[in-house]
């Protein structure tokens, strides 16, 4: 007679937020044969996704076409493992939509720009264990739909309560995505951040690509010297060493690349400044902490932002 096996059913991937990043990890982890479903807004956008017939991953010369299920926020369909990648100053609604069917002790992953909203997301949601994500990896959508793995890059995870690594980063391994659970995960977004924050304002206010802030490396160096202090005042003293170095070393190595922000603004849409210059010049607001440099760029973007008619917190 042969063995029992007892081996459980793989526990299916929710994915809210249907932008680059989060249809790139839907193709990558349904193509490794996992349980994948996305979470689109509304009717009209399930429609469009099933007139589709799923998800298409494009790959250097090569396009796979994945039916991946989707269904609406309010389906009752119960949530035991959620990647949330809607944009930052979406998280909290968008957590709020679907919290009804998170289980207790669920995993929800959050990939968003900057910090804040992760916070106020796993503040909304006291049930599950919020996991914090960064990634390094490049994808854009060419259109609906259709998502283009752009660079290769690394994904890091970390619980902020210093949990055990999950067992389904197994998942993420079978998916070819690379990634390392990290305990230092806050330093790993605070280093991001000011990253951002040295380039990606910059680049809005200049209208350049990423490169053409070598024709402005003072001001860069300044930012980047107050944005070290300021790390190293909020107790981020890893994630401010040679800071200066690697934004620069990003500038050169992306130097045709237009930053997220510049690109939101090109696009008319909302940028996640609250969530980038915001959160920096509110941390030091917090702590009585000086950094002109910054508040004046701060100021700069919001009056750019303001004569594009677009929002500004």
Known sequence: MPPFNCRSAPTRWHILGAGSMGTLWAARLARAGL????????AARLHAYKAAHGLTL??????HLLPVTAQLPETDEPIERLLLTCKAYDAEHAIAQI??????????????NGLGSQQAVAA????VRCIFASSTEGAFRESDWR?????????WLGDTRQGEAP??????QRSHIAHEWSPTILSRLWRKLALNCAINPLTVLYNCRNGGLQAHRAEVDTLCDELAALLKRCDQAEAADNLDAEVHRVIQATANNYSSMHQDVAQGRRTEIGYLLGYACEAARQRQFAVPHLHALHHRLI????QRGLPCN
């Open 35 to 42: 349980p994948v479903t996305l979470i689109v807004r509304n």
């Open 58 to 63: 494009v790959e250097g010369e090569q396009s």
């Open 99 to 112: 919290a009804h069917r998170l289980q207790p002790g669920a995993d929800v992953v959050l990939l968003q």
């Open 124 to 127: 909304r949601v006291p049930q």
């Open 147 to 155: 998502v283009v793995f752009a660079g290769a890059g690394h994904t």
């Open 167 to 172: 067992h389904w980063l197994e998942d993420l």
């Open 303 to 306: 009056d750019h932002l303001k």
